[in-house]
């Protein structure tokens, strides 16, 4: 099953500018994590943040979570063509699987 | 990082065939593996959690009898599409989980994805 929605559903920006992609949830979390997906290939994990964190940057990276919201944000400034994917947050720990958001698909025009 | 490796990467079989995919870790052993399905422009869905050497776990809504899942060993899982029909066109991928030293940790490692085009 999802654990959440994504939004946008599809973005569409130019190279340069910065795009955001909001993530929700619907159970309590000790972390979420993001993963980016080259259109037909796996999936590449991107960052994890805690539930005890509210921010975290990884290069161009920019994660925020508020667990009192349950949601989570992704930025990532100063995009290039090669950015254009699709992104996901997925949540779950341990032995269990992931679950994954309904993921934003990003286009970067160069 | 660790490597969890598919096979194949892309089948195209005939309606009423069967065709396996192939799960491997490469470099560490997984108890624990993971199916998933992804249909065009949406997200993955688990399908069932394979536990090596005892029956797989399947999510509400997917047939065990159509998607049979053998983990044989701690490196290779196997999905079996049985009687293909072009709805099961989609992408397959599974991922693997790598414990870590303590319990309750560890990390999950995903493969490339196998697409299967059913005619």
């Known amino acids: 099953s999802q654990q959440g929605e994504e939004d946008p559903q599809a973005l569409s920006i130019q190279e340069g500018e910065n795009a955001t992609m909001n993530c929700s949830y619907k159970t309590s979390i000790n972390n979420l994590q993001w993963y980016r997906q080259n259109s037909g290939r796996g999936l590449v994990h991107l960052i994890l943040i805690r539930s005890n964190e509210r921010e975290k940057h990884s290069g161009r990276?920019?994660?925020t979570l508020d667990t009192s919201k349950k949601s989570s944000s992704l930025l990532i400034t100063a995009?290039?063509?090669a950015d254009t994917a699709s992104y996901f947050c997925a949540t779950g720990e341990g032995r269990r699987a992931l679950t994954f958001g309904s993921?934003?698909?990003l286009q970067v025009q160069p | 990082g660790a490597v969890v490796s598919q096979h194949p990467s892309w089948v195209i079989c005939k309606s009423g065939t069967s065709v396996k995919i192939e799960c491997r870790s490469l470099d560490f052993q997984a108890t624990t593996m993971f199916w998933y399905r992804q249909f065009p422009k949406q997200s993955l869905m688990l399908m069932?959690?394979?536990n090596e050497g005892s029956k797989a776990t399947y999510e509400q809504g997917v047939e065990k009898d159509k998607f049979l899942i053998n983990h044989a060993s701690l490196?290779?899982?196997t999905l079996t599409v049985t009687s293909a029909h072009p709805e099961d066109s989609s992408f397959y991928i599974?991922?693997?989980f790598r414990g870590g030293g303590l319990v309750n940790t560890g990390e999950l490692f995903f493969g490339e994805g196998s697409?299967?085009?059913v005619l």
């Open chain 1, 61 to 63: 990276l920019r994660v």
């Open chain 1, 79 to 81: 995009s290039r063509a």
């Open chain 1, 103 to 105: 993921g934003t698909r």
């Open chain 2, 48 to 50: 069932a959690t394979s």
């Open chain 2, 75 to 77: 490196t290779l899982s």
């Open chain 2, 94 to 96: 599974c991922s693997a």
């Open chain 2, 115 to 117: 697409r299967l085009t």
